[in-house]
C-alpha cells in the first residue's frame, strides 16, 4: 500500500536516510508519495530504488542526482525555482505552476503542462502560471507540451548551451528546440529558443527565435486552449511545411 512522506531534511539531505523523511518508515519507494516544501535540497546516489517516488509535490529547491517519478508537480513557487540539476532524471508526468529549471541535468519525461486549465464561472481567480527553464547545458525529452495561460506569461524556455526535444525520434541537437513528427506544443504562451525545428504540431501564441517548419504551424492561434484564439506573433520563419493563420514578421523558403 502506498504511503505519504514529508521531507524534513532541510537544505543539505541524502533521498536515502530514513531520518530526512516523516513519518518513520522513509525514504519513499516507488509507489509513495513524497511532499517536499519550500526550502529543500536532496541527492540522490543513482543506486537503482535511491530516488524513486510515485507522485512528488515540489516546492522551491533543488534536486541533485538521478531520480525516479512517475509524476512531479511544481506547486505556487512563480517567484522561485525548483532546479533538476547534474543527473539523470525519468519522470512519467510533469506539471508546472511554479518554475521548473533543468541545469547540467538529464530529463526524460512524458506529459508536460505549463500553467494549469482555466476554470469556467463568475468571480473565480485567474489560473496559475508556470515556467519551465533549461540552461546551462541542461537535457529535456518530452512526449507533449501544453501550456496555459495565467496570472502571467507562461513560458517555455532554453538557452543556446541546452537540448530540448518533444517526440521520438531522438535526433535532437544542442541549441535547438525540436518537435519531432510525433510531437506538439499547444497552448497560450510563450517560446524561447534559439532555434525551433518544426516536424510536427506547434500552436502558440508567441515564438521568440528562428523557426525552421516543416511541420504544421498554427502561428498565434491556442488551438481551443484557453476557449478561443488569441493574436500572436512569430517571427523568421523558413517554412516547408504548412502555416495557418496568426502574424508572422517574415517568412522564406528553400
Known amino acids: 500500500m502506498a504511503s505519504t512522506y514529508s521531507w524534513i531534511g532541510g537544505t543539505l539531505g541524502a533521498w ?20 517536499l516544501n519550500d526550502g529543500f535540497a536532496v541527492t540522490s546516489s543513482g543506486v537503482p530504488g535511491d530516488g524513486a517516488a510515485g507522485a512528488v509535490n515540489s516546492g522551491a529547491g533543488t534536486f541533485t542526482g538521478s531520480f525516479t517519478f512517475d509524476s512531479l508537480y511544481v506547486g505556487d513557487v512563480f517567484e522561485h525555482e525548483t532546479t533538476l540539476t547534474s543527473g539523470v532524471d525519468r519522470i512519467g508526468a510533469i506539471q508546472s505552476r511554479g518554475t521548473l529549471v533543468v541545469t547540467q541535468a538529464t530529463v526524460a519525461a512524458g506529459p508536460v503542462m505549463l500553467g494549469e486549465p482555466p476554470v469556467e464561472g463568475p ?18 525529452t518530452a512526449d507533449a507540451f501544453v501550456l496555459y495561460q495565467g496570472t502571467d506569461l507562461t513560458i517555455l ?11 521520438s525520434a531522438g535526433t535532437g541537437a544542442v541549441g535547438t528546440l525540436t518537435v519531432d513528427a510525433d510531437g506538439s506544443i499547444m497552448g497560450a504562451g510563450v517560446v524561447v529558443a534559439p532555434v525551433l525545428l518544426n516536424r510536427g504540431t506547434v500552436a502558440i501564441s508567441y515564438i521568440e527565435g528562428t523557426v525552421l517548419n516543416d511541420g504544421t504551424l498554427f502561428a498565434g492561434v491556442s488551438a481551443g486552449v484557453n476557449n478561443g484564439v488569441m493574436s500572436g506573433s512569430i517571427s523568421n520563419v523558413v517554412n516547408n511545411g504548412t502555416i495557418t493563420g496568426g502574424s508572422i514578421r517574415s517568412v522564406t523558403s528553400t
Do not use: N, V
Open 16 to 35: 536515502a536516510d530514513p531520518a530526512a523523511w516523516t513519518p518513520a518508515g522513509g525514504p519513499p519507494g516507488a509507489t509513495d508519495r513524497a511532499d
Open 123 to 140: 468571480f473565480l481567480p485567474r489560473p496559475q502560471t508556470g515556467k519551465l527553464i533549461l540552461r546551462d547545458h541542461g537535457t529535456l
Open 157 to 167: 524556455g532554453m538557452d543556446a548551451t541546452s537540448l530540448l526535444e518533444i517526440g
